[in-house]
């Protein structure tokens, strides 16, 4: 698996050696665990997926998490981006709206042990990130809003990096890296990466 993301440009060591650490196999459901190294996403329920890790790796990388960042999950879902994400960062936080998909992550994430066990979970809209815990170094969105959310935007620290699928789910995405330069609207710079392809952010204040 590391070997196919090395041939497609993913070359971040860190990142690497974190996919590498973290059992994949443990984030699927059962009946799926024979095929959790494909390159693929695979469903878990409620109309959910866990992620194609080409594209796990390619988020984790383009965000650039260090030793010391709080970084931000947004769609626990199975729990695989947020336990990548806890091998990189100082801090990992993550937000599911689902309540069943929160706790089959939280569970998954239990069984993958540290540091896997040290994520901070909660179910809540993810629209909204989390302010309490603001701000963020990193934030990776696990499923594509139409738009980018401004709550997240506005819980980015100087220097913080948002990697978010935008669009809508019967055209192409466009995977987007927003960097915070400076304070307000102004200080944002806003890349685009690849398109993609993820299941809707689920959220009431999206719609």
Not at 12 to 25: K, Q, S, T
Not at 51 to 76: K, N
Not at 106 to 130: C, Q, S
């Amino acid at each position: 698996m590391l070997e196919q993301f090395r041939a497609r440009g993913v070359d971040d060591e860190r990142v690497l050696a974190a996919m590498g650490r973290v059992p994949r196999h443990l984030f699927v459901p059962a009946a799926l665990e024979t095929d959790a190294y494909a390159d693929r996403p695979l469903p878990i329920g409620g109309g959910q997926t866990i992620s194609q890790p080409y594209i796990v790796a390619l988020m984790t990388e383009a965000a650039r998490p260090g030793p010391r960042d709080r970084c931000l999950d947004v769609g626990t879902g199975s729990g695989y981006q947020a336990a990548v994400l806890a091998e990189l960062c100082g801090e990992t936080f993550s937000v599911e709206l689902l309540p069943a998909i929160a706790a089959f992550g939280a569970e998954n994430l239990r069984r993958a042990g540290p540091p896997g066990d040290t994520v901070r979970l909660r179910v809540g809209d993810g629209w909204a990130g989390w302010p309490e815990a603001a701000p963020f170094d990193v934030i990776v969105v696990t499923a594509a809003p139409e738009r980018v959310p401004p709550p997240l935007l506005e819980q980015l620290a100087i220097g913080g990096r948002l990697i978010v699928p935008v669009g809508r789910q019967d055209s192409v995405q466009v995977l987007e890296r927003w960097t915070r330069l400076a304070p307000g609207a102004a200080g944002l710079r806003r890349e685009e990466l690849t398109d993609v392809r993820f299941v809707p952010l689920v959220s009431d204040a999206g719609r």
